[in-house]
């Protein structure tokens, strides 16, 4: 049975970091991702991982401020957020993918299988 357990959320100062991990089991998994969502908008893409680790991808509004890495495991997916902001308060999901090569890494949310049940990162001003 496929599982992603995502953990690190909580609630942060502006300008504070957080460190999110996410632990996949059942499956081997291809890239992998973090998405947001916050109240009353729409799941986005926030940044993307290769099976390989050396290939990533980051949305605009948090490039140079997070960081996506990988587990030697390839288990196991981080995500190193510094320099945070208000409007980056929302809950955060861990999203795995079955496709692709071992250098993909995705944004779009069709391109990934399993998800986290998410977790809440709140930035107070």
């Known amino acids: 049975q496929v599982q992603l357990v995502e953990s690190g959320g909580g609630l942060v100062q502006t300008g504070g970091s957080l460190r999110l991990s996410c632990t996949a089991s059942?499956?081997?998994?291809?890239?992998m991702g973090w998405f947001r969502q916050a109240p009353g908008k729409e799941r986005e893409f926030v940044a993307a991982?290769?099976?390989?680790?050396?290939?990533?991808a980051y949305a605009d509004s948090v490039k140079g401020r997070f960081t996506i890495s990988r587990g030697n495991a390839k288990n196991t997916v981080y995500l190193q957020m510094n320099s945070l902001k208000p409007e980056d308060t929302a809950v955060y999901y861990c999203?795995?993918?079955?496709?692709?090569?071992?250098?993909?890494?995705?944004?779009?949310?069709?391109?990934?299988?399993?998800w986290g049940q998410g977790t809440q990162v709140t930035v107070s001003s």
């Open positions: 991982i290769s099976w390989t680790g050396s290939n990533t």
């Open positions: 999203a795995a993918g079955s496709g692709g090569n071992f250098w993909y890494s995705p944004r779009g949310l069709d391109e990934y299988d399993y």
């Open positions: 059942g499956r081997t998994f291809r890239p």
